[in-house]
């Protein structure tokens, strides 16, 4: 109860003060221009009334067919231009370097908590001890980025597009010899899109099986509701595209499994780690195919066994399937049963599992 009591507080501070930069870490700023054509998302949300009828479509048997479509009516012709000041955090000085994209309802606090205890559950710590540098960074729309539309600049394509510019920058800023991303669920889809397009030395997926299939139980059992009513004083400056999940418990039912959590860490991701998405971003994902094929670096799947919206709860007989996905990658490994849910970091399994990643870059020429 008092840990309970004492978040708010805690979210004060880390919404006043940037995250301490320690001897390895600096926040920054990194301005990305992107060109890209935007999908004609039709999901306007004024209220919870709408959200929860948008639930429902998305989540009807036959989503995405005939009878009842994606809510896209076509794309823009033309590409659409536009620079977004990226919130980020660079730890390190360049060599091999993990790029990080963290998932909805998410942030980049997701590798990098900061409540008393979390220093197990500390994804970047544990890299920069490991000898690499790592960039880190809100999506757009999310936490220490700016603000942006949530129909008409949310958009997968967008954000695939600003990681590849971090990619750039990386290389051509931060001294990075290698490149390997690393993603937790929608930032999976992402790194995936990403390393589809250009060269990356690595790909790392969590909170990922490469099927839709199970987004319903997710998009129904996260209760969405539109973030600036659920909390204005945190979201009041967001657009009613913003949606967040309803409490507590319908987040830990989306992001955790029992009994191999703490229930104080998942406090703290509702009360402090957790930040809306855009209503943009799961059509726009949804309606883009991304190829697979085309990956050539070596891929790890790390999955928490009791994955929601991976795999409808269980990995195992899931997981395997990626397998026939990235078929063009130098090497594909799978791991489909740590004792986890979908936020792999934020159980107790989370030091072993950081240790796996960096055995698996290592082991594949990503290594300090
Ligand atoms: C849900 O689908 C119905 C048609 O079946 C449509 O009229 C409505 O606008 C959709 N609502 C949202 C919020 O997307
Ligand atoms: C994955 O495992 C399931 C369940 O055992 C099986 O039905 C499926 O064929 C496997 N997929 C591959 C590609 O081996």
């Not at 809100?138 to 008409?152: A, C, E, F, M, Q």
Request: hydrophobic share 40%; net charge neutral.
């Amino acid at each position: 109860m008092l840990f309970n009591k004492l978040i708010p507080v805690f979210a004060a501070a880390a919404q006043a003060l940037p995250q301490p930069a320690s001897a390895h870490c600096r926040d920054i700023q990194i301005p990305i221009t992107v060109s890209q054509p935007r999908f004609i998302v039709t999901a306007s949300l004024k209220d919870d009334w709408d959200v929860a009828a948008l639930t429902l479509n998305l989540t009807r048997r036959d989503s995405g067919h005939s009878a009842d479509p994606l809510p896209i009516n076509g794309a823009t012709t033309s590409s659409v231009k536009s620079t977004y000041t990226v919130g980020a955090t660079l730890c390190g000085n360049g060599g091999p370097t993990l790029v990080l994209t963290h998932g909805i309802i998410e942030s980049k606090l997701y590798w990098n908590p900061s409540f008393p205890g979390s220093k197990q559950y500390n994804f970047i710590d544990a890299a920069v001890a490991a000898g690499y540098s790592v960039l880190s960074y809100d999506r757009i729309g999310v936490g220490s980025s700016p603000k942006v539309n949530s129909l008409t600049d949310a958009q997968f394509q967008v954000e695939v597009a600003v990681l590849e510019g971090l990619v750039n920058y990386a290389k051509t800023k931060a001294h990075a010899t290698k490149v390997a991303l690393v993603g937790h669920s929608y930032g999976s889809y992402i790194s995936s899109a990403a390393a589809s397009n250009i060269a990356v030395d690595g790909l790392v997926l969590t909170g990922f099986s490469g099927t839709f299939d199970y987004f319903p139980p997710f998009v129904a059992g996260a209760s969405l509701r539109v973030a600036r009513t659920q909390n204005p004083l945190r979201w009041g400056k967001l657009d009613s595209g913003y949606l967040t999940t309803a409490d507590l418990y319908a987040e830990t039912y989306v992001y955790y499994a029992a009994p191999y959590f703490e229930h104080s860490v998942a406090e703290y991701t509702f009360n402090v780690g957790s930040e809306p998405f855009a209503v943009g971003e799961l059509p726009s994902l949804l309606a883009t195919t991304i190829n697979y094929k085309n990956i050539k670096a070596p891929v790890y799947v790390l999955q928490g066994q009791f994955d929601v919206s991976a795999c409808g709860g269980n990995c195992v007989g899931v997981v395997n399937n990626t397998k026939t996905i990235f078929t063009g990658s130098k090497a594909l490994e799978y791991v489909e049963d740590l004792p986890a849910g979908h936020n792999l970091n934020f159980h107790k399994v989370a030091p072993q599992a950081f240790q796996k990643i960096f055995s698996f870059l290592s082991k594949h020429g990503v290594k300090p």
